[in-house]
């Protein structure tokens, strides 16, 4: 199965978190708080958008942040994705 997003929505893989933290304590499940970067999976069109021209700027592939409690989670063949709106994310990463 594949995820099509529509409109503005793009489709984001979350980035693992880290389970030891840089001073070398190892974190429990639990108190592990979700990254907010994610790869780009999938990108909608764009397009006319509640009455407004929406242009993409992510692209499959992209790295991006986005904000905290945005997006709705699917998980699609054992797989977690997270679909937002492009104005949810706030920055792409670039190396």
Known sequence: ???VPLGDKVVLKQLVAEETTK???VLPGQAK???????VIAVGPGGMV????ITMQVKVGDRV????YAGTEVKLDEEEFIIVKQ???VAIIED
Do not use: H, R, T, V
């Open 50 to 53: 509640d009455g407004k021209e």
């Open 23 to 25: 001073s070398g304590i």
């Open 33 to 39: 708080e979700k990254p907010q970067q994610a790869e």
């Open 65 to 68: 942040i986005f904000s905290k």
């Open 1 to 3: 199965m594949k995820l």
């Open 87 to 89: 104005n949810d994310i």
